[in-house]
Structure formats: structure tokens, C-alpha cells
């Protein structure tokens, strides 16, 4: 019996959402090879336009930063990807830093652009392959 596909949390501020989908629909094919979840509106967006299966907690305001801090925290979480919108406040800040702290404390790959974002769930690709040889 395999493993379950590892899991990716994918994030992105309001600002980056459009990034964020651009990302994910130039890799499509990588990361229907992951579990994917994400914050509320993130997984929606992925769900609605690029037809993704995702679990989604919360919007990011409303505690999903936090709760997916708890999944990384917990081990459940391979790598985050969290597109920061560096030039916009947020309200959720100390939830913001919550998030980046436990996977800076817990190990976690944590991509806050584009080109991260490829190399994590590429090295991951790989690796299965390599795995599975």
C-alpha cells in the first residue's frame, strides 16, 4: 500500500490571488499529484475556475492561516506556497506571522513567490519518480 500524495497549502493575498492562479494553472498536472488545501476564498477560486479538488478552511482573516499553522504544527503539511502581498497591510498580521513562524520552526518549505513554488513542488516530482524506480 502507497503513501497518500503529500500535502500542499496553497495561500495568497487578495493582492496575489491572480499570481497565484497563474501559478497553479501552469502546473496543474504537478499538483494534481498532491493533496492540495488552502484558505477559504484561495480554495474556492481553485475549486471554481481550475476545477481542483481542495480542502478549504477558513478565509485567511477568519482564522485559515492559523488553522493551517496547526496542520503544519501537527506534521500534516509537505510545503506551503503563500503569495504575500508585501505592499498592503493586513489586519490578520500576527495570524500572517503564526503561519510563517511554524514553518520556519516545524522544517516546512515555505514559497512566497513563483519561482520557490516551482522548485518545491518540482523537487517533490522528482523525487517520487525517483522513488518509484
Do not use: W
Not at 12 to 41: C, E, P, Q
Not at 101 to 116: F, I, K, M
Request: aromatic share 6%; charged share 25%; hydrophobic share 40%.
Amino acid at each position: 500500500m502507497s503513501d497518500p500524495p503529500p500535502v500542499i497549502a496553497l495561500i495568497a493575498h487578495d493582492g496575489k490571488k491572480a499570481d497565484l492562479m497563474s501559478f497553479v494553472h501552469k502546473n496543474i498536472d504537478l499538483l494534481r499529484r498532491f493533496r492540495l488545501v488552502a484558505t477559504g476564498t484561495t480554495g474556492g477560486l481553485l475549486q471554481d475556475q481550475l476545477d481542483l479538488d481542495v480542502h478549504r478552511y477558513r478565509s485567511g482573516p477568519l482564522g485559515g492561516d492559523v488553522q493551517i499553522a496547526a496542520r503544519i504544527v501537527e506534521g500534516d503539511i509537505f510545503a506551503v506556497v503563500f503569495f504575500v502581498d508585501p505592499l498592503d497591510k493586513h489586519p490578520h498580521e500576527p495570524d500572517i506571522q503564526t503561519l510563517l513562524r511554524a514553518c520556519n520552526v516545524h522544517d516546512v518549505p515555505l514559497a512566497t513567490n513563483e519561482a520557490t513554488a516551482r522548485y518545491i513542488i518540482a523537487r517533490e516530482t522528482v523525487e517520487d519518480v525517483e522513488r518509484a524506480e
